[in-house]
C-alpha cells in the first residue's frame, strides 16, 4: 500500500437545536497502512487496511476546503483541540485503550460501474460490518481504490456526542470518502 496517496475523510454534521453554535467536522487519517492483494479476477480482491486512532486530525484547513460547501467556515484551534480530546476520550474512540481502527474486505461483488465490498471494521476491539461502493481505476504502476459511503456511528457501537441534554448534537450519520493507493507488485 502507497500510504503516502492514500487518505481516508470522515464527514460528521452537527445537529440539535443549537446546531448553529456548533461546527461540522472533517475527521481526517494520513496513515494508512495495510497490504491490498488483487488478483486477476477483481472479485477475489481484497485488503487488509488500519490506521493509528491517535494521529487522526480534525479539521485540517486543506480538508476542508475539499470537503465542500458544508465546511466553508474556519474552525478556531480551540474548537479542534475540543472536538479531538472528545474524539479520542473513552466516551468515544478510547485512543489510549484502542489505538488502532482495522478494516478488512470480506466479500467483492460486481455493483455497475465498480464494486461493493463487505468490509469488517474492527474498532475498540468490536467487529461491525458495512457495505462499500468501490471504485478502482488502474494508474502508473498502482491500483488506486475509492469511494464514499453513509455510515452511522451507532453501527459501530459509538454514541454520538451531545452537549447541553441534546440541545447541540454530532448527528449520528457521518459520510466517509477514501482514496487508497496500492503499488502494484511485480
Do not use: C, W
Not at 23 to 37: D, F, K, P, R, T
Amino acid at each position: 500500500m502507497n500510504a503516502q496517496d492514500s487518505r481516508l475523510q470522515i464527514l460528521v454534521y452537527r445537529g440539535g437545536p443549537m446546531a448553529k453554535l456548533g461546527h461540522n467536522h472533517v475527521i481526517a487519517s494520513h496513515h494508512l497502512e495495510g497490504a491490498v492483494y488483487v488478483t486477476q479476477d477483481p472479485l477475489r480482491t481484497r485488503f487488509d487496511v488500519s490506521f493509528p486512532v491517535n494521529e487522526l486530525t480534525v479539521d485540517e484547513p486543506a480538508m476542508r476546503e475539499q470537503a465542500g460547501v458544508d465546511f466553508a467556515n474556519v474552525v478556531p484551534q480551540n474548537a479542534r483541540d475540543g472536538t479531538r480530546n472528545n474524539l479520542l476520550s473513552v466516551a468515544l474512540l478510547d485512543g489510549a485503550n484502542y489505538p488502532t481502527i482495522r478494516l478488512r474486505a470480506q466479500e467483492v461483488v460486481a455493483a455497475g460501474e465498480g464494486f461493493d465490498v463487505g468490509v469488517e471494521i474492527m474498532i475498540k476491539d468490536q467487529v461491525h460490518t458495512a457495505r462499500v461502493p468501490v471504485t478502482l481505476r488502474r494508474e502508473e504502476g498502482s491500483l488506486v481504490a475509492s469511494g464514499e459511503f453513509p455510515l452511522k456511528q451507532s453501527e459501530l457501537g459509538l454514541k454520538p456526542f451531545t452537549a447541553a441534554m441534546g440541545a447541540l448534537a454530532v448527528v449520528d450519520e457521518m459520510k466517509v470518502r477514501f482514496e487508497v493507493a496500492a503499488v502494484l507488485a511485480r
